[in-house]
Every structure is written in C-alpha cells, then in structure tokens.
C-alpha cells in the first residue's frame, strides 16, 4: 500500500539554526500538509498545501516557517530560525480530495530537538 | 471558542468487552468527523469517516455514531484485544475548510 514518507527521522539542531524536513506525500495525492506534535500534547494544524500554494495555515506558522513543493514528488517544511519551543514531532500528511472529506494518510514523522 | 474534547485521556477495558470512546466538540459545524489511531512514536492512521447526515458508521469490529444535535461522536470497538490498545483521536473540520482539527486523544489499553 503506498505510504507518506518522511526524512529524516530524527534531527538535532542548536537554536537559531535553519532546518528543512523532508516528505514524499503518496503520488496521486494533490493535498499536502504538516501537523506538529509536541510531547505528550495533541495534533497540531500548521499548514495546508494545493495546487502550489498554502491554502489554509494556523497562527503557529509565523514568518518563520515556510513550506515548498521543489518538484513532483516532494514536500518540505522549513524552519528559517528554530527555537526551543520548535521542538516537537513533525508530521507530514496527504489526501487525495481534501482532508475536510477524505482520510488524511500520514507519514511516521520527523522527531525534532532543538538545543 | 472552539473546542474538540474527548471525554477521558485514560481508559483501561478487559479484553472481549466493548470499548466506549466519547468525542464533543463546540463552535464547530462539521460536515465530517473522523476517527485515527496512533501508537506511540507514529503517525495517527485513518479509521473510518462519517458524514453529518450519516448516524452510524460501521467496519468490521469499530462502529461510529454522530450526533449533530448532542455535538457528539462515540467510538465503539466490539470484542476488545490488547493489540486494540492505542490512542484515538477524533477529528473534524468545519464546513468548507480544510484544516483538520485533532481532538487531545484517549489512550485505551485492553488488558488480557
């Protein structure tokens, strides 16, 4: 069955640093998005992503965070300045009609430590 | 404000009995409720979808009810075994949005 996935999927990186996470969303998928979750807390929205550009965002994802389709099968989240408060799991998702009325598929996620 | 809220972060069932999950949720008007599954350290899986004009919803051992008026959504996993225990989130958008929001979660574990 085809499968989100995710790289890498751990990342350490010091404050003030810029990090890109990685995903390969199923292929005929044309929805695309990135959910955080912070230890012990619940699934977070950030971001929302058709037809190349964001359509929906959460008021976590401020100027420091960005989101790119470089090609045809990749998607990647950017963190321009990361912070202590940025650590988290990062999750990327896709569906084929829109996650409002179709399942979300998720990858397993990108683990990220900020120190 | 809007709020998803699911009714206990912890639940314990023995094993063959049904387990009962509750989902509310205020200020939303969905269209569409969902329900996933999440083990420790992976993504949330899909489960099953339901429509507001739909009351119930079923696959194989899972059943799901959805009561618009109540604001409710309950969760149902007949003949309970430990590889059932997780936590389960529901999840829901409102009416011509797509961001989709997660409910905090009960974790359930079926004990042998």
């Known amino acids: 069955e085809p499968e989100v996935t995710q790289t890498p999927s751990h990342q350490v990186t010091q404050m003030g640093q810029e990090v890109i996470l990685r995903c390969v969303p199923i292929?005929?998928?044309?929805?695309f998005y990135w959910y955080r979750q912070i230890l012990g807390q619940k699934v977070e929205f950030l971001v929302s992503?058709?037809?190349?550009?964001?359509?929906?965002k959460s008021e976590i994802f401020d100027d420091q965070f960005s989101v790119e389709r470089p090609d045809g099968s990749n998607f990647t989240l950017k963190i321009r300045s990361t912070k202590l408060e940025d650590s988290a799991m990062y999750f990327c998702?896709?569906?084929?009609?829109?996650?409002?009325?179709?399942?979300?598929?998720f990858g397993n996620g990108t683990r990220l430590t900020v120190t | 404000s809007q709020k998803i809220e699911q009714n206990s972060e912890a639940l314990n069932i023995q094993e063959g009995k049904t387990a009962t999950l509750t989902c509310n949720y205020t200020?939303?008007?969905?269209?569409?409720l969902q329900w996933y599954r999440q083990d420790p350290g992976r993504g949330p899986v899909f489960l099953l979808l339901?429509?507001?004009?739909?009351k119930e919803k079923r696959k194989e051992r899972l059943k799901v009810t959805f009561d618009t008026t109540l604001k409710q959504s309950l969760f149902h996993i007949t003949a309970s075994q430990p590889a059932d225990s997780a936590t389960y989130l529901c999840?829901?958008?409102?009416?011509?949005?797509?961001?989709?929001?997660f409910g905090t979660g009960t974790r359930l574990t079926i004990i042998p």
């Open positions: 339901i429509r507001e004009n739909e």
């Open positions: 292929s005929n998928h044309l929805y």
């Open positions: 999840a829901l958008s409102n009416f011509g949005n797509e961001k989709l929001t």
């Open positions: 200020n939303y008007s969905p269209a569409y």
């Open positions: 998702a896709s569906s084929d009609t829109g996650g409002k009325n179709s399942p979300l598929h």
């Open positions: 992503f058709y037809n190349n550009e964001i359509s929906e």
